[in-house]
Structures are given as structure tokens and as C-alpha cells.
């Protein structure tokens, strides 16, 4: 296993839950493992043709610089929101909706629940692959800020029977972006930026609203004990796999 260092700002469904920042470790090797994805154990996708990265990642760690630890509360946070990649929304991506041809699929929700899953797979990991590239990390880098924040769903993490009590079932999501997510955090790196990970979409819906992963008139994560319960395994998996 390799270990890269990662400074990591863990955010939990858009709100800073930490008193200070927490300066956490990127692990890479088989404590990454995605399902059902792209790239084999390590999470990490074949790079594209518009990516000048590469899918070694015992290269990649040796060409990366150590990036230092940020001096939250000192030094000023500079940053863009990288929305719309791994968490799907009508306002930031219509065209991905309205090519579906189906006016009832409003969210990631419907996106699975109406297509087949290979059909729905290959439309988010073409997203997934064009949305965001290396190409905007260095951009951003250039452009003189020092973060981006990643919303992720909570169906993206890959969850076993030994990670909770509750169900790891995600359905009808489609899954399969962690690959592209734990690429994100080392092109970030690679960038000399700081990741903020913001769990954006929760069990159940922490509030009805597409940016949610499902757009309802009943979200039920804030009366439902369980769904905050298999929230709080999800958190604690996601810095087990790319936290410290």
C-alpha cells in the first residue's frame, strides 16, 4: 500500500462538521477498491484522452509534490465549487436530462430508476470522464485559488456488510464514480490544492431537493434513524478510504 499525503476539510451534507480543519491522509491501494467500475483495485480510472495524468498511481505519487497542510483559520480560503459532477443537477447539466428523452427523469434518482443500468452506467461515466478533467485542476491552480470543493453522493461510496449494520444497497442509483472521485482528489494534489469533500446527497434525502440525489415532496433523512445512522458509516468509510 502507498500512502499520499492529503489535507482534507470533511464536510457532512454542505456543513463544516469539525471545529477545526482536519488535516487527513489520501490513502491509495486496496482500501479504495470501487465496484463495478473502471481501473481495477486502486480506484482509478483509465485517463482520458483530454487527461495528462496517468493511471499509475505508485508514478503519480512519485511525481507529486507534497502539498503542506492548509492554516485554516489564518490563511484565506480560495476556492470553486466543482458541482455537477458526481452528484447530478437539471440547473448545472440540462442537456444530460433533456438527451434522455424522458421528462419524468428529474435527478440521479430517476436517472436509474427509469433507464437500465447499463444505459444509466454509460451516461454518468461519460460524464464522469468529460465533466471536469486535469486540464480545469491546472486551470484552477492558475487562476491563483487553493481549493475545490467535491459534492459526492453517498451512493458513490463503496460500502461492504463489514462497513454497517444497515443496508448497502443504493438502488435504484447507479454506482461507480469513486474511481473518478479518488482521481479528483490526486489531480488535486498534483495541483497544489485542498479538497473540501462535501457529502452532498444523503439516505432518504436530507432535503428534497435534487441537489440531493432525489427530488421529493417527503425527504425522510431528518425522521428517520436509520438513515442517519448509515449516514454517519458512510462519513467514517469515506476517511477510512481517503482520509487519515
Not at 444523503?202 to 428534497?208: D, E, L
Request: charged share 10%; net charge negative; hydrophobic share 35%.
Amino acid at each position: 500500500m502507498m500512502l499520499i499525503i492529503f489535507p482534507i476539510l470533511l464536510s457532512f451534507l454542505g456543513r463544516i462538521q469539525l471545529s477545526h480543519a482536519q488535516q487527513c491522509r489520501l490513502l491509495v491501494g486496496n482500501n479504495n477498491s470501487g465496484t463495478g467500475t473502471p481501473g481495477g483495485a486502486l480506484g482509478s480510472p483509465t485517463p482520458t484522452s483530454g487527461s495528462t495524468g496517468t493511471s499509475s498511481s505508485a508514478s503519480t505519487a512519485a511525481a507529486t509534490p507534497t502539498l503542506a497542510p492548509f492554516n485554516y483559520g489564518k490563511d484565506t480560503i480560495r476556492g470553486v465549487n466543482l458541482g455537477g459532477w458526481f452528484v447530478l443537477e437539471p440547473w448545472i447539466t440540462p442537456s444530460l436530462f433533456q438527451n434522455t428523452n424522458d421528462t419524468s427523469i428529474v435527478d440521479e434518482f430517476t436517472l436509474g430508476q427509469k433507464l437500465d443500468n447499463d444505459t444509466a452506467l454509460d451516461i454518468l461515466q461519460n460524464h464522469w470522464e468529460t465533466w471536469i478533467t486535469e486540464d480545469d485542476f491546472k486551470a484552477i491552480k492558475a487562476a491563483g485559488l487553493n481549493h475545490v470543493r467535491i459534492p459526492l453522493g453517498y451512493w458513490s461510496v463503496p460500502m461492504t456488510s463489514a462497513d454497517t449494520n444497515f443496508t448497502t444497497s443504493v438502488a435504484p442509483f447507479t454506482p461507480g464514480a469513486w474511481p473518478y472521485f479518488v482521481q479528483a482528489l490526486n489531480w488535486a494534489k498534483q495541483n497544489g490544492l485542498h479538497t473540501i469533500v462535501d457529502l452532498h446527497g444523503a439516505p432518504g434525502s436530507q432535503n428534497g431537493f435534487d441537489n440531493s440525489g432525489q427530488l421529493t415532496s417527503n425527504p425522510t433523512w431528518g425522521t428517520d434513524q436509520t438513515s442517519v445512522s448509515r449516514t454517519l458509516d458512510i462519513v467514517r468509510v469515506i476517511t477510512k478510504k481517503v482520509g487519515g
